[in-house]
């Protein structure tokens, strides 16, 4: 079974950073697509970036546009998530998820919360 440990999350003030890990458990894991959501209490699940596991073309909300940046290492089987100049509307559990051959995964969530 395919697992996705987050980590990374944490307490940070606004204008802060913090950076998100997200390691597959499976070795042999070959992934299509890799990305981040985020949900904030009372909100539904939304989408934050993705990064295509070959090739590494990476997508944005406009939200986080142009602050958050996403990158992979193949050779860890991780992708991570930069959060530079963090506000308080940023404050969710943020989501790994992994795409492959038409199956997505999900992993446990990671609470980020930035104070003002």
């Known amino acids: 079974q395919v697992l996705l440990v987050e980590s990374g999350g944490g307490l940070v003030q606004a204008g802060g950073s913090l950076r998100l890990s997200c390691a597959v458990s499976?070795?042999?894991?070959?992934?299509?697509?890799m990305g981040w959501f985020r949900q904030a209490p009372g909100k539904e699940r939304e989408f934050v970036a993705d990064?295509?596991?070959?090739?590494?073309?990476?997508y944005y909300a406009g939200s986080v546009k142009g602050r958050f940046t996403i990158s992979r290492d193949n050779a860890k089987n991780t992708v991570y998530l930069q959060m530079n100049s963090l506000k308080p509307e940023d404050t969710a559990v943020y989501y790994c998820?992994?795409?492959?051959?038409?199956?997505?995964?999900w992993g446990q969530g990671t609470q980020v919360t930035v104070s003002s």
């Open positions: 998820n992994a795409d492959a051959s038409g199956l997505r995964y």
């Open positions: 499976e070795s042999t894991f070959r992934g299509d697509l």
């Open positions: 990064i295509q596991w070959s090739g590494g073309s990476t």
